[in-house]
């Protein structure tokens, strides 16, 4: 994964539509990561559950790094979490159902993003990487539809969104 | 003589009580401070005894090249300084604070602007400041992070010298919208309406400040730096909004794996 997206960066330049989508998807993994720590750390679920967040956790690292690799690549330097203030609506982390229906919100708008990235970017090369990071935001999405409503399964053709919509949908969170 | 010395002695102690970074407020130490256009409230807020000269860091730097009579340069980008340094035309500098930019509009916003992506609507009008300046450089930072490079730049209407003149034109309703620092929108409460630029596409905005070279001042200069890095220096710029300077930077590195866990609730 890492290989394949720094090298597509340095082949060739990557136009700057690219490297903002690139940008964007930097910025949703550092805010995934600081909602999973959070999640986390208020310890309130039971251990399997803790274990998944966990895991998921470690997942949006992995991506954070991924996508990074796509910027550091175009000679760029990516952003880091010190960069943001990461801000959530009181009472976010206080309960299992609040945390569920925050992560379903904020994992609904990265699934959405990556989807809306492969759907808006120019380079081809990036796409296959960006759609297996799709799949992995979808099994996090699923996470958290189960423990809301019992259900891990919703429609078929989850949609993509705009880097428009991704953005003002971060701007609630970031800062 | 006797009257003489007792003052001397008073002065002193006078002075050791105001601790060993500031200088006594009550004389101007006849410093020049030239200093970028968003510090215009801050600094005389940090030191009144000073003779301040406010313009786009750009200006000032080459001024200051040209042999103008600064004690001080303080600038709202770090390249200018560093390259005065490499000259050798001021001493090392040091970064001092950090700022953000927002989007400034006239509080009746007749374009019904809400957020960044309006500005590529046909028929804004928009100022910015042009690229030598730090403002004008950070906001062409912005479009190109935020892939938008052509469609802002096709509505910008003019471009300044200074960030002041870009949230004056904006708040008269000569513009539509303005990049401009978010401590100068702070100015003009009533006059503008700002939309924040999202964190993600933020450039890095840190300010830098050195003692001139040839100034004849150095201490008192380095005293002035000195107050602008001291603790109260640093809260009274928070206080007028800018923001501190950056923790260590680190990069979230992966998580260790669990190697346990006992099922409890779930």
């Known amino acids: 994964m890492f290989e394949t997206l720094a090298g597509s960066a340095a082949a060739d330049p990557l136009p700057d539509g690219d490297l903002a989508f690139a940008r964007l998807l930097v910025g949703a993994e550092l805010l995934a990561a600081d909602f999973y720590t959070q999640a986390i750390a208020a310890k309130q679920f039971g251990a399997v559950t803790q274990k998944y967040l966990a895991i998921a956790l470690q997942n949006e690292q992995a991506h954070y790094q991924s996508v990074s690799l796509i910027l550091s690549g175009a000679g760029q330097t990516p952003a880091v979490a010190t960069d943001f203030n990461f801000s959530y609506p009181g009472g976010s982390f206080g309960s299992r159902r609040s945390i569920a229906t925050l992560g379903g919100k904020l994992e609904a708008v990265f699934l959405g993003a990556y989807l809306g990235a492969i759907a808006g970017i120019q380079t081809p090369a990036l796409a296959g990487p960006l759609a297996r990071i799709a799949a992995s935001e ?31 949908a971060m701007d609630a969170y970031t800062s | 003589m006797r009257v003489g010395v007792l003052a001397l002695a008073t002065l002193v102690a006078v002075l050791g009580a105001t601790g060993a970074a500031a200088r006594p407020d009550a004389a101007p130490s006849g410093l020049t401070v030239f200093a970028a256009s968003s510090l215009t409230d801050v600094f005389p807020a940090i030191d009144k005894n000073e003779t301040y000269s406010f313009a786009g860091s750009n200006t000032l730097a080459t001024q200051i090249t040209n042999g103008a009579p600064a004690d001080i340069f303080a600038s709202a980008n770090t390249t200018l300084p560093a390259q005065l340094y490499a000259a050798g035309t001021v001493e090392k500098p040091v970064n001092f604070t950090r700022n953000r930019l927002v989007i400034v509009v006239p509080k009746a916003n007749p374009k019904g602007i809400k957020g960044i992506y309006d500005l590529t609507k046909p028929g804004v009008q928009i100022d910015i400041a042009n690229s030598a300046v730090p403002v004008g450089s950070y906001t062409l930072s912005i479009l190109k992070n935020m892939g938008l490079t052509s469609q802002i730049l096709a509505n910008v209407v003019s471009q300044e010298t200074d960030v002041r003149t870009v949230l004056t034109k904006v708040s008269l309703g000569q513009a539509d919208a303005g990049f401009v620092y978010s401590t100068d929108a702070q100015t003009v409460p009533g006059q503008v309406t700002v939309i924040n630029v999202p964190a993600w596409a933020q450039p890095k905005v840190t300010y830098a400040l050195a003692v001139v070279s040839k100034s004849p001042n150095q201490a008192t200069a380095q005293a002035f730096v000195n107050e602008v890095l001291s603790k109260a220096g640093q809260a009274k710029m928070v206080s007028y909004g800018f923001l501190p300077l950056m923790p260590t930077v680190t990069t979230p590195a992966p998580a260790k794996k669990k190697t346990s866990t006992t099922a409890k609730k779930n």
């Open chain 1, 138 to 168: 979808s099994q996090h999405l699923s996470l958290w539809e189960t423990e809301l409503d019992g259900r891990p399964l919703t429609g078929a053709f989850p949609a993509p969104i705009t880097i428009e919509q991704v953005s003002d």
